[in-house]
């Protein structure tokens, strides 16, 4: 698919409502992640963070999204695939800061290089108190990356036209000692699932709906 094309469906949807929670349940269900809520009880409010969902063409003008792979460590998220992003600081004016900012230190973006398009629905993430807040963003030039070798430990640019034909694969995942069956999406051997999955899962409902209608 070439980056025109998805832009074009981008540029269609900018009327359209988010289907949020619908998306969402897609790839964790309701019920699911009212069991994790369960399990987990958190003293502070959720702490605010911000990531890129960054389409962008390559050599070849076909429409690709980059992701991360994070590097190992003793954390909730080690060595999960992401959007570029991270935690919002005090020194940022907004969210939107947040995103270009991390997404400048993951990967070596310039954030005057890219534009968003529209803000999509929060994600909540229990296990670590995150509330996370995705932009759908463009970047009409094909990237040199940059990667941060302290936060990430690889950049991995996948073709969009894979993902927007939803090819959803079972997985089971453990939270809190529990094991939960969920969908991901896998797209040339990466298995992207959990928060990362559902914002995508809303991104391609999106898209989808103006190609059905």
Request: glycine fraction near 4%; aromatic fraction near 8%; charge should be neutral.
């Amino acid at each position: 698919m070439y980056f025109e094309q998805v832009l074009y469906l981008i540029q269609q949807t900018e009327h359209l409502d988010l289907p949020g929670a619908k998306a969402h349940s897609l790839m964790m269900p309701l019920e699911v992640r009212q069991q994790i809520f369960k399990d987990v009880a958190h003293m502070e409010p959720p702490r605010k963070s911000a990531v890129l969902a960054l389409l962008y063409p390559d050599k070849q003008n076909m429409a690709r999204m980059v992701f991360i792979l994070r590097k190992t460590y003793n954390g909730h998220h080690s060595g999960q695939i992401a959007f570029p992003g991270g935690k919002q600081e005090a020194f940022d004016t907004d969210l939107k800061q947040t995103a270009l900012r991390e997404t400048r230190e993951e990967i070596g973006i310039a954030s005057e290089n890219i534009q968003i398009k529209r803000a999509l629905s929060p994600v909540f993430i229990p296990i670590s108190n995150y509330q996370v807040q995705p932009y759908l963003a463009i970047t009409r030039q094909t990237p040199e990356f940059v990667m941060d070798p302290v936060e990430v430990a690889k950049i991995l640019e996948l073709p969009f036209a894979p993902i927007l034909r939803h090819p959803l694969i079972n997985i089971r995942h453990n939270y809190f000692g529990k094991t939960y069956d969920l969908k991901a999406f896998e797209v040339e051997n990466v298995k992207i699932w959990g928060a990362t999955a559902m914002i995508l899962s809303e991104i391609v409902m999106l898209l989808n709906r103006v190609i059905t209608d």
